[in-house]
């Protein structure tokens, strides 16, 4: 069986904000963006050749809101240290600072950050086990 690709789509209402965090933080390229298709505003992001995307969208037709809980994780796992401690300096350095997670088996290995609609990130400094 091959690996199905996925793309994580999430509202929110502001765009712009999430664009920061998720391109000059987390180091992702946008793929497309785009205005006013039937209503929906989007930014689609990920990295080259993985088997993922993530479309923010944005529409006047509801608000998105906050995060339901501090528990709502994206997990990214870096087993390389050097390339963890990049992944944590450029968060760092475009303004997102970690915070205390939820779950304390977070904090052990990894840091946490929370992106501008309180959904949250984890920079988790070992192997994927599957």
Known sequence: MTTPKF????P????????????DGLGLTVFDRFQDHDGFDAI??????APYHFAFTRTDKHQAGKAPTE?????FY?????EWENAVNRMKAAG?????????Y?????????????????????????
């Open 7 to 10: 793309r994580v789509v999430r």
């Open 78 to 82: 870096l087993s390389d240290h050097a």
């Open 44 to 49: 689609i992001m990920g990295q080259e050749n």
């Open 71 to 75: 528990e709502n994780l994206l997990v």
């Open 96 to 104: 997102f600072l970690p915070v205390i997670s939820f779950n304390p």
């Open 106 to 130: 977070w904090d052990k290995k990894g840091l946490t950050f929370e992106d501008p609609d309180g959904y949250r990130i984890v920079l988790q400094q070992t192997d994927w086990v599957p």
């Open 12 to 23: 929110t209402d502001n765009l712009d904000a999430l664009l920061a965090f998720y391109r």
